[in-house]
Structures are given as C-alpha cells and as structure tokens.
C-alpha cells in the first residue's frame, strides 16, 4: 500500500548542493535522483523509508570497502570476558530486572501509554 505523504521533497540549497557534491559522472542527473527520492517518498512509509536508507549505507559501504567486518575469535573471548567481569563485579542490571521492566514496558505500550526513557 502506497503511502502518500503531505510534503514533497524539500529543495532547500542545502539539498541542491549535496546532489551536486554526490553525484558521480556516469550517473543519474541531479533532475532525475531528485525525481526518484520525490516518488519514494509519495511512495514509501516512513519505516520503509529507513530500511531502505540503512540498505543503501551498507550496500555503499561494501562498495567502497567499508563494510563491517566480523569479529575474530579473539575479540568475541575477549568481549565475553569483559561483560563476565562486569557482572562478577555487580556492575549493570540483573537479568530478571530487565525483563520485569521490559514486561512493564510492553503492558504500557498495550495500553496506549508512552514511556519516557531513564537517563542511562
């Protein structure tokens, strides 16, 4: 289902310098980007909207050899060991704490209710 929003694309300077610094030769023309950003954003809900900008970020950077790289072993041993000193420590929030709070949480949202986020 389409999603028609009420604004159409902003042309601000702002938004005409970006296209002209970003697009590479032998590519779309700045008329042309402009007219398929303007279709997806009649076309596209505002979550459809962010997955596809996080697809396009990753998929740009693996082009440009930027793309997250996995974790050693050693990195995942040591990060475990880390978080096993934490809690060994009685740093953090016990497991059954969270999950109580999550519980709270979810039971607000269900009733229509907004939370208001504590400061970490």
Same mark, same amino acid.
């Given at each position: 289902?389409?999603?028609? !929003?009420?604004?159409?694309?902003?042309?601000?300077?702002?938004?005409?310098?970006?296209?002209?610094? $970003?697009?590479?030769?032998?590519?779309?023309?700045?008329? $042309?980007?402009?007219?398929?950003?303007?279709?997806?954003?009649?076309?596209?809900?505002?979550?459809?909207?962010?997955?596809?900008?996080?697809?396009?970020?990753?998929?740009?950077?693996?082009e440009e050899g930027e793309a997250?790289?996995?974790?050693?072993?050693?990195?995942? !041993?040591?990060?475990l060991d880390e978080? =096993? +000193? =934490?809690?060994?420590?009685?740093?953090?929030?016990?497991?059954?704490?969270?999950?109580?709070?999550?519980?709270?949480?979810? +039971?607000?949202?269900?009733?229509?209710?907004?939370?208001?986020?504590?400061?970490?």
């Open positions: 289902m389409a999603h028609k !929003n009420k604004k159409s694309f902003p042309r601000s300077e702002i938004n005409r310098n970006f296209a002209a610094e $970003t697009i590479q030769p032998n590519t779309m023309s700045e008329a $042309t980007l402009t007219s398929l950003l303007e279709y997806l954003y009649g076309a596209l809900t505002p979550s459809n909207q962010r997955w596809l900008a996080a697809h396009l970020v990753e998929h740009a950077n693996v997250l790289k996995p974790y050693t072993m050693k990195e995942v !041993n040591a990060m978080a =096993e +000193a =934490e809690i060994a420590a009685g740093v953090g929030t016990p497991h059954e704490d969270v999950m109580r709070e999550w519980d709270e949480e979810i +039971a607000c949202l269900e009733k229509g209710e907004l939370i208001m986020a504590e400061a970490v």
